[in-house]
């Protein structure tokens, strides 16, 4: 089945980058390219870091009813799983990130992996808000991803109303959970799935309380304000000038498609939407665009990436970690 899924998303990562870079004028492209003014990377990648430090935050207060992990025993571990999600597919790191955090913490996997997806939603919820919220002020996005945009929302809400109805009934999900087991699942496996289920819900803990909802949230805001900033830094490398507005926009389109199955580093999802907003909503030459697009994503993708990996060889982690994440996600 993961060779499947790996296999689905390389194919929807080419068909992407065909539609990214169709039509190009690959020699304007490096002429973007060779002329760009990169230090303006430098304080892209300090405000972005920034972003990351903010995520760290938000974890560390959703893990508060299992620890208190300071968080400078956090940071390390959000960045192994960010650079686990850039080299593996099918987001890889949010699996290894809860695995290190088992090792360091001993907080169990199913619990942070409850957080985790917590995050998600929160995350994917933002990034509609930077659509909606930029759509009154920008031209209409193009019509290819008015239903992409719909379902996200449709799917985003569910599950955070899921997750929240979830939360604020324990006992009577727990009453749900045990009708169906008895029903559904072998007599000596229900312990095992029974505990799991308990520490799942712990994770959802975070959501019982309005206030931890808001503060979650607000963070969640200022960790894709970070990233849209980094993107208004490196968009002055180059001779184009949009508004925040329209790199809102791009920001929750992009990473509402960075959603998809794809080859590891979003290949294609990350490039194709952004290069599309870009041409069709905020003007830019296309080959311009292009140029921008490729670099800003190689900004995202490669300091923290470079920074995950020494963090990773740090705590004398080995590849073979992955696999032995996956295993105890399976079978723990």
């Known amino acids: 089945m993961k060779r499947l899924q790996f296999w689905v998303g390389v194919a929807i990562s080419v068909l992407f980058l065909w539609w990214a870079l169709r039509e190009l004028q690959l020699a304007d492209v490096w002429a973007a390219l060779r002329t760009a003014r990169y230090a303006w990377l430098l304080p892209g990648v300090l405000v972005y870091f920034f972003g990351v430090w903010a995520r760290t935050w938000r974890w560390h ?12 025993r956090l940071f390390p571990v959000v960045t192994i799983g960010y650079m686990g999600n850039n080299i593996y597919p099918l987001r890889a790191g949010e699996v290894i990130r809860s695995y290190v955090l088992k090792k360091k913490e001993g907080i169990p996997i199913s619990g942070s992996l409850a957080t985790v997806l917590v995050e998600r939603i929160f995350d994917g919820l933002v990034m509609l808000l ?3 919220v930029a759509l009154p002020f920008t031209e209409s996005i193009p019509n290819v991803y ?18 929240i109805l979830l939360a604020a009934r324990p006992a009577l999900t727990r009453r749900l959970y045990d009708w169906t087991a008895q029903r559904l699942l072998p007599a000596r ?13 712990y994770g959802l803990a975070s959501l019982r309380s309005g206030r931890d909802v808001l503060m979650i949230f607000a963070t969640s805001v200022v960790v894709w304000l970070a990233e849209t900033v980094k ?6 490398a180059f001779d184009f000038e949009v508004s925040f ?15 998809l199955p794809a080859a590891p580093g979003y290949v294609g999802t990350f490039d194709a939407p952004g290069i599309e907003i870009l041409e069709v909503v905020g003007g830019v030459n296309r080959q311009v665009a292009t140029a921008y697009t490729l670099v800003l994503h190689a900004a995202l993708w490669l300091p923290i990436t470079a920074l995950g990996a020494y963090y990773f060889y740090r705590e004398r982690l080995r590849w073979s970690d992955f696999e032995q994440a996956n295993r105890e996600v399976s079978g723990q």
Do not use: C, E
């Open 61 to 72: 207060y959703m893990l508060r009813p299992f620890k208190q992990v300071p968080l400078r």
């Open 189 to 201: 496996l229900r312990p095992r799935f029974g505990d799991l289920f308990d520490r799942f819900m």
């Open 130 to 132: 930077f659509v909606f």
């Open 245 to 259: 507005l329209v790199l809102m926009l791009m920001n929750g389109i992009v990473n509402l498609f960075t959603s």
């Open 146 to 163: 008015r239903n992409w945009v719909t379902g996200f929302s449709v799917a985003f809400l569910a599950a955070l109303i899921l997750f």
């Open 231 to 236: 993107y208004w830094f490196v968009m002055h």
